[in-house]
């Protein structure tokens, strides 16, 4: 009769209580995620027997390109371009429109200052957003400098040798030092400073010529030519100055003064004619 009683102790009212609980639990989950599944297999059948997926997605893209698209051209009322000449101006505010029918992404400061920044013109540029749809922009402008007359054309150059302009002709150009020779291009510095040393006699210059590429010669507009010397150019530019200065009207033309060797000078004097010789010799003649 002993074996027939259990020695183990009865569970607790507590441990009975919460296991109940959890089963219950368990229970109404399963119930949850059945009926889950079956609503979903359900809606499945009825809206995709009733409802074109395709149109829907395509609804929706046109709905957000719309969208996307008047954001766009809210936020951008006004350009405002700073530092620019007028028709630099035009171009930079047609630029930033343009960009903004290209997509939301790319109203944005850093994509348009890059943009901006490709114009030949700009050095650099600086892009602002402000909240009631203003773009400003300032921009370093480059300066022309110098013409470069390149395969029948002039390339209009600033400091740093980049083309900003190529004109088919010099008209209207005659402000800046014309530039001949071959890869002269890459010597703008160097003409500049010469350009600064013959101070007041370079509106006398008609061109300057980079030859074999390792020095200047200098061209008039009264056909003189000054050939300067590889070094020693500041020498060589004070005595081209001297003669330019106290020689006037000399009885033969000079052609070309060779200053290569700045310590023997050659200078070359136009051939005259016979009836000009004659005339000399005569003392001119009177009317």
Sequence with gaps: ??????KDPAPSRLFYKINRLFYKLWFKTLLVVVFLISGAFLAKKILYKNIDLNEEIK???????AFVKGLTELSINKVLVKGAQESLKKEITV???NAATEGFSALNAQALREKIQAISKVEKAFVKFSTDGLVMVSVIERKEAVVFFNNDLYEVLDSNGIILSIKPNYQGLS???????KDASRKIKELLSLVNEIGSNKSEVLYYEWTGERRWNIHMKNELVFKLPENNLSKALELMKTLLNETNKPLKPIVSVDLRNID??????????SVEYAIEKLGGIEG
């Design 95 to 97: 630029l930033v429109k």
């Design 264 to 273: 023997k000078p050659v200078i070359k004097f136009k051939k005259a004619s």
């Design 1 to 6: 009769m002993s074996l027939l009683k259990s």
């Design 59 to 65: 609804f929706f893209t046109e709905e957000s390109s």
């Design 175 to 181: 402000a800046f030092p014309l530039l001949v020779g």
